[in-house]
């Protein structure tokens, strides 16, 4: 499909990766684990898988949860004992990620244009709140929705459908903006626009037959497409 950007009403944002910048999580691994690349990839990939099997075996934890589960098998995988408090120091840097740069100007644009900005997030409220106000764009954000309201992660279709709900908008007016594919996949097949933030220029993962409606590579990219 096309980009229409006369249909959009309100614009949905991810969060880890597309807002905020997860890679402070290897480098809180490298103070206590000698090789943390390949312990901090483990962990991002088992997180992810965590939940996309939990939705399909109907088993919700909330993402903190998850994310603490899939960093204990991380570091067993590798060999490395670390004590609970030294885990949750590291797991801690996920209410305290660098913003990327474009974003509070970006999103400053569309507010400016009249469109309302809402996060949509796996993460649930307290690593959405800390998140939004480290990333100092609370005042920006007009409201967070959390996959803990609707106990299902992305890509569900459900989590995209209860956000539209909560936004008060169609959600064929709605354009949801993230980093990773399985999020715009997943949008696009609740029947949501989405704009692919492509930000290190990768190829599309086309396995599912679809591409996005728009790729962009700033926020800038996405309030052009807007004119705004």
């Known amino acids: 499909m096309t980009f229409d950007a006369e249909r959009v009403e309100t614009v949905t944002v991810d969060s880890y990766g597309t807002l905020v910048d997860p890679s402070a999580a290897e480098e809180a691994l490298a103070d206590r ?26 088993f919700y934890q909330p993402f903190y949860e998850m994310n603490r589960d899939a960093l204990q098998y991380a570091l067993k995988v590798h060999g490395v004992d670390l004590d609970a408090e030294e885990r949750d120091a590291i797991l801690s840097v996920y209410h305290e990620l660098d913003v990327f740069e474009d974003v509070r100007e970006g999103i400053s644009r569309l507010r400016q244009g009249g469109y309302d900005v809402y996060v949509v997030s796996n993460g649930n409220p307290e690593m959405l709140t800390s998140m939004v106000e480290h990333a100092e764009i609370d005042d920006l954000i007009a409201d967070m929705i959390s996959a803990e309201e609707v106990k299902t992660f992305k890509p569900d279709a459900g989590i ?7 936004t008060g908008t169609p959600i064929d007016r709605i354009v949801h903006t993230a ?16 704009a692919w933030l492509n930000r ?29």
Do not use: C
Request: glycine residues 8%.
């Open 200 to 228: 290190d220029d990768a190829p599309w993962e086309s396995f599912a037959g679809r591409d996005p409606d728009l790729t962009i590579g700033t926020f800038y990219d996405l309030a052009d497409a807007l004119g705004v």
């Open 160 to 166: 995209y459908r209860h956000a539209a709900a909560r």
């Open 33 to 58: 684990v000698e090789d943390p690349k390949p312990v901090s990839d483990l962990w991002r990939s088992r997180s992810l898988m965590y939940t996309m099997v939990g939705n399909a075996v109907d």
């Open 179 to 194: 980093g990773p594919s399985f999020d715009i996949l997943g949008a696009m097949h609740a029947g949501a626009q989405a």
